[in-house]
């Protein structure tokens, strides 16, 4: 197993969720459909808790987070990290952050999103970061105030309203 990996998820997991339970889960995630050529992008789950799932597909070297529920603060940071830490152990550099289950407002983590971790992102190698809305107007409001505030130009990090559009950005070639 990747024992750097484990290492740090349980570092971030203790940290910022301390009650919570922990749970590390290696196994295939359903496929999402692709916008090419009716292939579909095979996910591996390596993190699954109950505000959170992130899952890997190596050959396309894509991260794919899914939220659900009301987030806090420190659970909508707990998941970033390890979405940062998962990047970074799989060479993942397009992100697929699927907010569709996210319920509520979540301005207060906007700034920290901005400004300390999707720089680190970039950092890392990230290049792209699509994300889905939630139905939820709130969440779609923190969403949009999060991207606003760490990409004004929409180059690197956009919001979609479907799964099928934020897909089939992140499968575009890369251009200068």
């Not at 709130?138 to 479907?162: K, N, P, T």
């Amino acid at each position: 197993m990747l024992p750097g990996l484990v290492a740090s998820l349980t570092r971030f997991h203790t940290q910022l969720c301390p009650r919570a339970p922990f749970a590390l889960i290696l196994f295939p995630a359903p496929s999402l459909p692709s916008a090419h050529s009716g292939a579909t992008v095979e996910l591996q789950q390596i993190y699954q808790h109950e505000f959170v799932e992130i899952s890997v597909d190596r050959k396309r070297n894509w991260l794919y987070a899914n939220w659900k529920g009301y987030q806090s603060d420190a659970c909508i940071k707990e998941g970033c990290e390890l979405m940062l830490t998962a990047m970074k152990e799989f060479k993942a550099v397009h992100i697929l952050n699927d907010n569709r289950q996210v319920l509520g407002i979540w301005t207060g983590v906007a700034d920290w999103l901005a400004r300390n971790w999707f720089p680190r992102m970039r950092a890392s190698g990230m290049k792209k970061f699509a994300l889905i809305y939630s139905p939820s107007r709130f969440s779609q409001i923190s969403a949009d105030a999060a991207m606003l505030l760490y990409d004004q130009e929409g180059r690197d990090v956009v919001g979609f309203h479907s799964e099928s559009a934020a897909v089939a950005w992140l499968a575009q070639s890369d251009e200068p």
